[in-house]
């Protein structure tokens, strides 16, 4: 199983950018299929992006597409979320998951390692 840490969160203002990064430890993590997921206070856990194995597939959910990126490199065992153009609404606490798998997914069931979340908090 792999550990996750998620880092790069934090206070931004309405329009800025944040580039979050999730550093994974453990075997297999160029195998893994890797996504982001936020929940937001009182709201249940949702997809954002996911990512294959090889970085050369990758999904998002309506809200973010065209604004948040993800991305991973494999030498280094570590996923990124380059979130740009941030909304008072993308407030929430942001975190990493890994799939047993190759192949990307977008369901909360579907990945089996977690990290702790960072909190991102947009003001208007």
């Known amino acids: 199983q792999v550990q996750l840490v998620e880092s790069g969160g934090g206070l931004v203002q309405a329009g800025g950018s944040l580039r979050l990064s999730c550093a994974a430890s453990?075997?297999?993590?160029?195998?893994?299929?890797m996504g982001w997921f936020r929940q937001a206070p009182g709201k249940e856990r949702e997809f954002v992006a996911a990512?294959?194995?090889?970085?050369?597939?990758?999904s998002y959910a309506p809200p973010v597409k065209g604004r948040f990126t993800i991305s991973r490199d494999n030498a280094k065992n570590t996923v990124y979320l380059q979130i740009n153009s941030l909304k008072p609404e993308d407030t929430a606490v942001y975190y990493c998951?890994?799939?047993?798998?190759?192949?990307?997914?977008?369901?909360?069931?579907?990945?089996?390692?977690w990290g702790q979340g960072t909190q991102v908090t947009v003001s208007s």
């Open positions: 453990g075997r297999g993590f160029s195998k893994y299929a």
């Open positions: 998951a890994a799939r047993t798998s190759s192949l990307l997914a977008t369901m909360v069931s579907e990945f089996g390692s």
């Open positions: 990512i294959n194995w090889s970085g050369g597939s990758t």
